[in-house]
């Protein structure tokens, strides 16, 4: 079993920042990569890009099998749940997309 688990979500003023973390555990194998994702309401999940418009980084901690965004000059259309998905090769074999139960980020005007 693998689990993908999000944190760091909030509540923000526009201009803000956050800092989102996304860990990944349980029986695994190796880790072929982990990304993150949002969806806005209304909205088809969208891949959150690296340097997303200069605003946004990504980056990676591969020995604790954990995956950082780091948000700033956060603005109201930023408002979306933030999910972060792991391409995981398990202890038994194989090879899956786990995906985790996302977290709120909301920025106010």
């Known amino acids: 079993q693998v689990q993908v688990v999000e944190s760091g979500g909030g509540l923000v003023q526009a201009g803000g920042s956050l800092r989102l973390s996304c860990v990944a555990s349980g029986s695994i194998g190796s880790i072929y990569g982990m990304g993150w994702y949002r969806q806005a309401p209304g909205k088809q999940r969208e891949l959150v890009a690296d340097s997303m418009k200069g605003r946004f980084t990504i980056s990676r901690d591969n020995a604790r099998n954990t995956v950082y965004l780091q948000m700033n000059s956060l603005k109201p259309e930023d408002t979306a749940v933030y999910y972060c998905?792991?391409?995981?090769?398990?202890?038994?074999?194989?090879?899956?997309?786990?995906w985790g139960q996302g977290t709120q980020v909301t920025v106010s005007s």
């Open positions: 998905n792991a391409d995981v090769r398990p202890v038994h074999g194989g090879r899956s997309l786990y």
